[in-house]
T-cell receptor
């Protein structure tokens, strides 16, 4: 069965510093990996995805994520954090082999960027 | 496009009442998903449809929950009777997945349900 883990409930970073939000996954087939962001009282918004190819994926708002097959990880990164990046971030996985179209979401990591 | 539309945005009801949540997906999308979000359980997939047909309802918590999609532009999630533990934010999402299983989902703004 597919699963995804976000080991940190919360990440704190100072504005201008780099940020990393961690995600690990488990699937039986090829993974399709996603990051979404949720602002207060809003639905989830898509940030970026990994399908195949280059392990470094670039997405919206300056975010990027690095796919590591051996470590089954897909960490979200940004070189310089902004206060406006403060939000709830979800990693998600879909099993490209056997999971159909069901997407499993992690528990979410709350990012606080301090000015 | 207006995006995924959900109504109502907020619903407060009393235990035992019937609740109906509504969703209009993005035009042309072939998959529709219903999720529930709570602090304790996070984001849970309840059910999803492909071309108006329910594909997987294994996440529906009880028989009190039912979902329908009578046409490509409308879906409902009904709770009857409602209970306080059903209080949560319910999201609808749609996606164009036929032939492109790696496409992302587009989420609506959610319905915040409070059952007293």
């Amino acid at each position: 069965a597919q699963s995804v883990a976000q080991p940190e409930d919360q990440v704190n970073v100072a504005e201008g510093n780099p940020l990393t939000v961690k995600c690990t996954y488990s699937v039986s087939g090829n993974p399709y990996l996603f990051w979404y962001v949720q602002y207060p009282n809003r639905g989830l918004q898509f940030l970026l995805k990994y399908i195949t190819g280059d392990n470094l994926v670039k997405g919206s708002y300056g975010f990027e994520a690095e796919f590591n097959k051996s470590q089954t990880s897909f960490h979200l990164k940004k070189p310089s954090a902004l206060v406006s990046d403060s939000a709830l971030y979800f990693c998600a996985v879909r099993d490209g082999g056997t999971g159909g179209f069901k997407t499993i979401f992690g528990a979410g990591t709350r990012l606080f960027v301090k000015a | 496009d207006a995006g995924v539309i959900q109504s109502p945005r907020h619903e407060v009801t009393e235990m035992g009442q019937e609740v109906t949540l509504r969703c209009k997906p993005i035009s042309g999308h072939d998959y529709l998903f219903w999720y529930r979000q709570t602090m304790m359980r996070g984001l849970e997939l309840l059910i999803y449809f492909n071309n108006n047909v329910p594909i997987d309802d294994s996440g529906m918590p009880e028989d009190r929950f039912s979902a329908k999609m009578p046409n490509a532009s409308f879906s409902t999630l009904k709770i009857q009777p409602s209970e306080p533990r059903d209080s949560a934010v319910y999201f609808c999402a749609s996606s164009l997945l036929g032939g492109t299983p790696y496409n992302e989902q587009f989420f609506g703004p959610g319905t915040r349900l409070t059952v007293l």
